[in-house]
């Protein structure tokens, strides 16, 4: 299902389970973040239990980026990564899916159908600083 306000906290409580902090180190801010204009994210809960989300950003025709994915460790191989990824994306609309992968999720992702490449994060700081 969508992500709705309601979820926040569940959110939140996995990404600090996995040790992600940048969400959960500002509730509102991850608000802002979860519900952002482009972007989808989609989660699998059991009533207010949050299992897992998902979310994908896309200019809704041929591009699309998963920046988050998580599913709770009590509940993984149970299908729900690949649900919640396939999910998001077709709501958020897009061709094709890019994403930089954490070494423990790569043999996940070579699941799908997909192609390789190196991938970098950029940051605006001057280099060396
Ligand atoms: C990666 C993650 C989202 C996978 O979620 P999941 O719900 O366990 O995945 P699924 O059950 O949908 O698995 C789909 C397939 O991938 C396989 N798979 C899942 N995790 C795997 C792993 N770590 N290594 C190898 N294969 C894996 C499953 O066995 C399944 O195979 P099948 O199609 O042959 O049955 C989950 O492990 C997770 O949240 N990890 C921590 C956060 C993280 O790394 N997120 C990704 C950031 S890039």
Do not use: K
Not at 76 to 101: I, N, V
Not at 114 to 125: L, N, Q, S, T, V
């Amino acid at each position: 299902m969508d992500f709705q306000a309601a979820h926040l906290d569940g959110v939140l409580e996995l990404c600090s389970a996995e040790g992600w902090q940048s969400l959960p180190s500002d509730p509102q801010r991850a608000l802002r973040v979860l519900t952002c204009r482009g972007g989808r994210t989609v989660v699998a809960a059991d009533r207010t239990l949050v299992l897992g989300f998902c979310q994908v950003l896309s200019d809704g025709e041929f591009q699309a980026y998963c920046s988050l994915l998580l599913v709770g460790a009590n509940f993984r191989r149970q299908g729900l990564g690949r649900t919640l990824l396939l999910t998001a994306l077709e709501r958020a609309g897009g061709e094709r899916l890019d994403l930089l992968a954490e070494a423990t999720a790569v043999d996940f992702y070579r699941r799908f159908s997909h192609r390789e490449w190196a991938g970098f994060r950029i940051y605006p700081d001057p280099v060396g600083e």
